[in-house]
């Protein structure tokens, strides 16, 4: 600062001008300048419209669902989850880890369509030929296109065919039960483990072959993103051949959901001893894409009670949740103060306030009637100069209950510059020489 100044008084001093009015004039600018110079600066704050604790924004997502009607389920676990948003709208003991039987070969399809090249040739190993039913029964001495096992896999259920596709993309079944586990947590699953890539009963020092209602939902929810996952699992019927062409095979869906509702995506069923009939299903319709997981749903001599289980679970879906847009259309704020910007027009003290501005867009909840949207509006009290336009410099923040469902930015509507020296030494100099030039006049 005393550097500025000191340039300053130089370029006074190599000024000549005659005592008078503009001399006076440059004089008490000068000292106000150098002695004071004006700021707006206020405490840092935000004016922040609650509606409810800005605390509540870090705290863990409550696994209870409000207000759930008391259905009557078969299953011992189940989930109805929103696709779109991984809300769960609906569940009993959802949250539970269990057994989850070939359900779990969403997971092995889901890592063969990313990882794998569907054209691939896939020899077998006697340890897949070996697994029990329900099985394609490939022998040691065949080879299959990698596209043919899927749908062996998803359509018919096969064991062989899921180790024989693990053994393929991931060397060993240990090796890809590794790979299915990591794409599980990737996915946010929170209490699933992976053993077998077929979902036999399996159990290791580490833990239990796998997950709950909420987790699979969730899997599920990926997996419905992928078009060739769709078209596998909604197949009829798929026919093909070993390599050498000498089996030939023919693999019917087993997936009676599909043909259930309008709207059913995919589906996946399971049954083994320990885990009872389990299925995980989607279905869209009108915008809305649910999702229903289910375990232990009955054993023997019991394998329609899923299905009733499953329309129950959508159908109340469907009844009670419809998208609707939130976004608080016209919505204003005020301006708020720039501090230490530079003034416009030339104009020494001058309060330089920057317009906010907000984007309006459809921000569409899949909720119930009774359900209230509630907003946090973070809008800062002054800003720093720079100021670029467009910049982000608050938020309007969405939530239904705890869950956040959308974030707007809040951007400046203009660009304001940094109040520098130099600045000061243009205005003095402009403010010099209009005086010097009106005195001589």
């Known amino acids: 600062m005393k550097i500025w100044k000191l340039r300053v008084i130089r370029v006074l001093y190599g000024c000549r001008f005659r005592a008078g009015f503009a001399g006076r004039i440059l004089l008490f600018s000068m000292c106000t300048i150098l002695g004071m110079q004006p700021s707006f600066r206020a405490d840092a704050g935000f004016r922040q419209g609650f509606a409810f604790d800005a605390q509540q924004q870090e705290a863990e997502q409550e696994p209870a669902v409000e207000k759930q009607p008391d259905i009557a389920l078969y299953a011992k676990s189940a989930v109805l989850m929103d696709a779109a948003s991984g809300r769960v709208l609906y569940e009993k003991n959802g949250y539970e880890h269990m057994p989850n039987a070939s359900t779990t070969k969403i997971m092995t399809c889901i890592l063969t369509l990313e990882q794998g090249n569907l054209d691939d040739e896939v020899k077998i190993s006697s340890y897949a030929a070996s697994m ?18 899927l749908y062996s896999l998803m359509l018919e259920s096969h064991n062989d065919s899921a180790v024989a596709i693990a053994e393929h993309i991931g060397g060993s079944v ?4 590794e790979k299915m586990n990591q794409k599980a947590k990737e996915l946010g699953c929170k209490d699933t483990y992976f ?8 159990q290791d020092e580490i833990g239990v072959h796998g997950t709950t209602a909420e987790d699979l939902a969730k899997i599920m ?3 419905i993103k992928n078009e060739t996952f ?36 995919s589906g996946k069923t399971g049954f083994t001893g320990n885990a009872g009939y389990c299925y995980v299903g989607a279905l869209e319709r009108e915008g809305r894409t649910f999702v229903v997981a289910l375990f232990a749903c009955g054993w023997p001599n019991n394998k329609s009670y899923k299905w009733a289980d499953t329309t129950a679970l959508m159908n109340y879906g469907l009844e009670q ?17 720039a501090v230490d910007a530079e003034p416009e027009n030339g104009r020494l003290y001058q309060k330089i306030t920057v317009p906010l501005r907000i984007k309006e867009e459809q921000i569409n909840v899949l909720k119930r009637a009774d359900e209230e949207v509630k907003t946090i509006y973070d809008v800062p009290e002054n800003l720093q100069a720079p100021i670029e ?17 959308a974030r707007v930015p ?32």
């Open 221 to 223: 929810s990926y997996c």
């Open 195 to 202: 053993i077998t890539p077929n979902g036999l009963d399996g």
């Open 389 to 405: 336009e467009g910049q982000e410099v608050g938020s309007v923040t969405y939530y239904l209950g705890e869950r956040q469902i």
């Open 230 to 265: 769709l078209e596998i699992t909604r197949t009829a019927n798929h026919q093909f051949t070993n390599l050498a062409g000498t089996k030939s095979y023919n693999c019917n869906n087993h997936n009676a959901f599909l043909q259930m509702m309008d709207g059913a995506l």
């Open 174 to 177: 240990e090796g890809f039960a």
């Open 321 to 337: 949740y419809q998208n609707t847009d939130v976004c608080e259309y016209g919505r204003e704020f005020p301006p708020v103060v």
């Open 132 to 149: 029990p039913r329900v099985r394609l029964g490939m022998s040691t001495d065949d080879t299959f296109r990698l596209r043919d096992l």
């Open 410 to 441: 809040i951007c400046a509507g203009k660009s304001v510059k940094k109040l520098e020296p130099s600045w000061y030494e243009d205005f003095l100099m402009k403010l010099f020489f209009m005086e010097k030039n009106f005195y001589f006049r």
